[in-house]
C-alpha cells in the first residue's frame, strides 16, 4: 500500500504535534531546562505552520508559497540551532536574523524568477548547512560532553543535513540523468525522512535533558554541599577508578585534619567553622594541581589523591596548601580566628587505596603528635604507629 504525499503530509503534522506537545510537558519536570525545550518546542510549531502552509501552497502565487514555506522552515532549524546552543548557555539570534534577511532577499531576487528550482534544490542548502551546524555543536559541546545519548543526536542531525545536500547536489544530477519522475520519488523520500526526524531529533534533544539532570542528580548525592569537594562515597568510587587507570604513573595521597578545629566551634560559633572549612576548601582547589581528587571524609578531616605526582610533588603540594590556607585565615574578613592544618602524606612504597589510607593516617597522627601545622610523610614502618589505640589516636586529632 503507498501512501500518498497529502497523508504524509498531515503524518508529519501529526508527529509535530505530538513531539512539540511533550516537549511543552516536560518543561515542567526540567525548570533548569525550560527554556532551551520552550525554544525546540517553537521550533516545532514553525515546522507545523510550514507543513500546513505547504498542504494548502496552491490558494497562493507560487513564488510567494514557496518563499514563505522555506523561510517558516529555516526559522525552525534555526530555533532548533538555538536550543541545541543554550545547552552550553549561547545563543545566535542575531546571526540567525542575518540569516533569514539573506534568505528572503535571495527570494525575492532570483526565487520569483525560478521558484521550482529553488523549492526542489537551492532551498535545500541553507537547512542542509543549519542542521551540520547544529551536529557540529552538539559535537563540541562541553555540557553534553560526557553523555551517551549525544552521538545519536548528533546523528541525527547531520544525517538530516546529509539528506538536504543530496537533495541540493545529488538530486539535480538524477533528474538530468533519469527525468523528472525523480522529483516525486524525492519529494515522497523527503516526506518520509521528515516524519522520522520530527520523531527522532526530539526525542534525541529528550534524552539528553534526562541523562543530564540524571548525572547532576548523581554528582549532587556524591558532593559535599558546604566545600563542593567530592563527599567520602565519590571518593571511594572515584579513587579506586584513579588507581586502576594510573598506568603505571606515581600516584599520591594527602590526608589532612584541622588544627584544633572543635575547639574554633565551640568558641566562635559553627558559621566561623563553616568558614574555615570553606577557606581550606579552596586553598586545597587553589594548590591540589590538576587532575587532583579532592574529598571531605567528614568534620574537619580532607583527603588528596594526586595522579601523576610523586612523593616529592605531593610533599611540596601538601606544604603549599597548609602555607595558603594559614594565610587565607588570617586575612579573611570577618573571621575571627585563625587555623592551620596538619598533613600525613602516604608512604611511597604504598599502591592500593587501604594501604594508602592507613599509612597517610599515621603520618598524620606523627603531624599532630609533632606540633600541628606541618606535612609528614609516613615510612613503611611508621604503619605500625596505626596499631595504637583508637581512642588515643581520636584524642590526640580532636584537640
Partial sequence: MQIDLQTLWYLTVGTLLVSASLLLWERQAHPVRARVLGVLAAALFLFILGCMLAMNRSHFPVALGMAAINILMMSGYLLVLNAVAGLDGRQYVRSSVATLSCLITVWAIAGTHFPVVFWNHVSSVPIALTCGLTAWILLRSGTVQQLRSRP????????????????????PVLIERYGQEIVSIVAEVTMYEAVLYSVAMPMSFLMIIREEEKLNLLRMSQTDQLTGLANRHAFFEQAARMLRERCGGPVSLLAFDLDHFKAINDRHGHPTGDKVLQLFADAAREEAGPGALLVRLGGEEFAALLPQCDHSQAFNRGSAIASRFAEATAQAEGLKTRATVSIGLAAPDCHDLSGMLASADSALYRAKALGRNRVETASPNQLLLHSLADPLRDQLRAI
Fill in 152 to 171: 545519536i543526536a548528533v546523528s541525527i542531525s547531520a544525517f538530516h543535513a546529509a539528506f538536504y545536500f543530496g537533495r541540493a547536489f545529488i538530486a
